[in-house]
C-alpha cells in the first residue's frame, strides 16, 4: 500500500493564480536541478495539474502514481486577506466532500490557523459537521503551535483523537522559521498525548535532529518526507546516508512518504519521488543499506497503522 501523507488540495488553478505562483514554481525547479525552466511551461503545468475539483481528477492522477490514499489538506494563510473565513470554510468543505466521495482513498484535513477569533468553533464544524479527520497547521506564518490560541484548537482536536499535520523546516520569506522549529511541538505530545502529530518535512533537510531527538521519546509524533524529494534528485548520495542515520536514531516506523504534490510535482511527476524511495535498497551508495521492508513500511505501511486504514 502507497500512502501519501501530504497532498496540498487546491480546488482549482485560474491562469492568474498559476502566475502569481510562478515564482515558488521557478524555485522549486531551479532546488529540482532544472537550470532555466519555461515560465509558460510551468504556468500551463500549474494549471492542468493543481486543480483537483471535486475529487476526481485527484484520484486520477493517484492511480496514474499509484499512490493508494492520499491525506488531504487545505491551506490556511491567515496573513493573507485573500484567506478569509468563508473562503477557508468553502475549500475545506469541497475537500471534504470529495474525501466523502472517496472515503477510501482520500483521507481530508481542514487548514486552520488558530488566530482566527472563531477558530474553535471553526474546528468543531471542520471536525464535526464536515467529518474531517484533522488540522492542517502552518505555524510559520506567525503563530507557536503549542500557544495559548493553538490549544483551545487541539482541545478540540483531541476529543476526536484527531491527526494534526504541522509544518516544521524553515522556508523562505516571508515564512518564521522559528515558529516551524520541532521543539515547538514538545508540549503536545505531553498535553495532548491521543493527537497523532505528523511533523511535516521532520523539521526539514537540514534541521531534522530536533524533529529526530523528540520523535524518539515521543509515542504520539511522526515525520513526513515532503520536500525531501528536492533533496534526494540533487544529491541522492546524502540524502541515503541523512535518511539512514535518522531512521537508525529514531526507528523507521517514524518515517511517513508524503510528497508535497501537487505544488512539488511541477517538474517530476510523483511516481518518480515513490520509485526514489523504492530504489534505496538497490541504489544506496556503498557503505548505506536500505531494507524492502523499510521501504514498505515508509511508503505506506507505517501510515496504514496510524491512521487506521
Ligand atoms: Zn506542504
Keep these: 500500500m502507497i500512502v501519501d501523507t501530504h497532498y496540498h488540495y487546491i480546488i482549482n488553478m485560474s491562469e492568474k493564480a498559476a502566475r502569481s505562483n510562478l515564482p515558488l514554481m521557478m524555485r522549486i525547479a531551479n532546488k529540482m536541478g532544472v537550470s532555466q525552466p519555461d515560465p509558460e511551461e510551468l504556468v500551463k503545468r500549474a494549471m492542468e495539474t493543481w486543480g483537483a475539483g471535486t475529487g476526481e ?6 492511480d496514474a502514481g499509484g499512490i493508494d490514499v492520499t491525506v488531504a489538506l487545505s491551506t490556511d494563510e491567515y496573513p493573507n486577506p485573500i484567506y478569509t473565513t468563508e473562503s477557508l470554510k468553502r475549500s475545506n468543505k469541497t475537500l471534504s466532500e470529495a474525501a466523502g466521495k472517496f472515503p477510501r482513498r482520500i483521507i481530508p484535513l481542514a487548514a486552520l490557523d488558530p488566530r482566527r477569533p472563531d477558530a474553535v468553533e471553526l474546528a468543531r464544524l471542520y471536525l464535526d459537521d464536515y467529518g474531517m479527520r484533522g488540522i492542517k497547521y502552518h505555524p510559520d506564518n506567525g ?14 482536536l483531541a476529543k476526536h483523537k484527531g491527526i494534526l499535520l504541522t509544518h516544521t523546516s524553515p522556508l523562505n ?10 521543539m515547538l511541538l514538545a508540549d503536545i505530545g505531553c498535553d495532548f498525548p491521543e493527537i497523532t502529530v505528523i511533523a511535516a518535512h521532520m523539521g526539514g533537510t537540514i534541521n531534522w535532529r530536533p524533529w529526530a531527538a523528540l ?5 504520539s509524533l511522526y515525520g513526513d518526507l515532503a520536500m525531501w524529494d528536492i533533496f534526494a534528485y540533487n544529491r541522492f548520495d546524502l540524502f541515503c546516508r541523512e535518511l539512514r542515520t535518522l531512521m537508525d536514531l529514531v526507528g523507521p516506523e517514524k518515517v511517513l512518504f508524503g510528497s508535497d504534490a501537487p505544488i512539488d510535482m511541477i517538474v517530476t511527476p510523483i511516481e518518480h519521488w515513490v520509485q526514489t524511495i523504492k530504489n534505496l535498497p538497490s541504489k544506496a551508495p556503498e557503505g548505506v543499506h536500505f531494507t524492502k521492508d523499510e521501504v514498505d513500511m515508509i511508503l505506506g505501511g507505517n501510515a496504514a497503522k496510524i491512521l487506521g486504514l
Design 57 to 62: 481528477k485527484l484520484i486520477e492522477r493517484m
Design 215 to 219: 520523535a524518539s521519546v515521543q509515542p
Design 143 to 156: 503563530f507557536d503551535p503549542s500557544g495559548s490560541e493553538s490549544y483551545r484548537v487541539l482541545e478540540v
Design 173 to 182: 520569506p516571508p515564512s518564521r522559521g522559528k515558529y516551524a522549529e520541532p
